[in-house]
């Protein structure tokens, strides 16, 4: 049914289903995915059918149209258990979304930024390098703070799941830090990936802002590119000074 492509919000009628708040289906051809959170489940599109894949097989569910919208029922090896609705989810909306997305998403990277650069200051022992970490935490601390001002911005607040995650994977870093050798040079190679792959993020960010019509959220994510840049370039000038470092801490001397 080609008239079911696109990305549909799905409303709970009535039956045993669950309150369905943000819970949307996309659908492409033969295939498509109900997606509720971090949770996707699959399924292939026949006829006014929807047959799930494992691990959720035995899941069928039939839609029939409702005006512009689909009204549903949802199945359990052929019995009925539930009824819902479709709406089909325009093209600003789906922008927004993603929009707020990938605004979450650098928020929260720049907050697992700070941890990691938390734990480099605590295990770096040289006092230049020190202050220069120092003034990119200053950096990034405004970083965070402005996607959490664009977040506020579009009605949204930080996602708990994304903000766990970071807080878990510096954790799981800190002790290793603070036991492993050449931590100058280790530190500099992280911390380079790590500008890098902030810098990849906010390039997305910018144009999808641009693409909804978000010129404060692509004007912040360009002038945070330039800083973070800075910090690349920075590291990049100091290679020698870093495997230098790596060698003494290991006693070598050169």
């Known amino acids: 049914m080609v008239e079911l492509d696109g990305v549909w919000q799905v409303e709970r009628v009535g039956g045993a289903l669950p309150p369905m708040v943000g819970v949307r289906k996309k659908i492409a051809g033969t295939r ?5 959170g971090p ?3 699959p399924f292939e599109v026949r006829g ?9 097989a035995g899941l069928v569910d039939y839609v029939e149209p409702e005006g512009v919208n689909f009204h549903g029922r949802a199945t359990y090896f052929g019995r009925e258990f539930g009824q819902f609705r479709m709406r089909r989810v325009n ?14 998403e650098a928020h929260a990277m720049e907050q697992n930024v700070l941890r990691m650069l938390d734990g480099m200051i605590s295990t770096t022992d040289d006092p230049e390098i020190v202050d220069q ?26 996602s708990v799941v994304r903000q766990a995650g970071g807080i878990l994977a510096a954790l799981a870093k800190l002790p290793l830090d603070m ?17 890098h792959l902030e810098i990849a993020g906010y390039e ?20 945070i590119i330039l800083e973070e840049q800075a910090m690349a370039d920075k590291i990049a000038a100091n290679w020698d000074r870093f495997a230098e470092l790596s060698l003494q801490e290991e006693g070598v001397t050169v």
């Open 204 to 223: 997305l960010l910018r144009r999808i802002a641009q693409k909804a019509g978000d010129e404060e959220t692509a004007q912040a994510a360009a002038e």
């Open 91 to 104: 093209v600003n909306e789906q922008l927004e979304t993603q929009l707020v997305k990938h605004i979450d």
């Open 32 to 36: 498509g995915r109900t997606l509720a």
């Open 133 to 158: 970490l120092e003034h990119h935490r200053m950096e990034t601390q405004r970083h965070s703070d402005r996607m959490l001002e664009r977040l506020e911005a579009h009605g949204a607040s930080p």
């Open 179 to 195: 036991v492993r050798g050449e931590k100058a040079g280790r530190n500099a190679r992280d911390g380079f990936a790590t500008e």
């Open 39 to 41: 949770i996707s489940m």
């Open 48 to 56: 006014n059918a929807f047959h799930y894949k494992a691990p959720f």
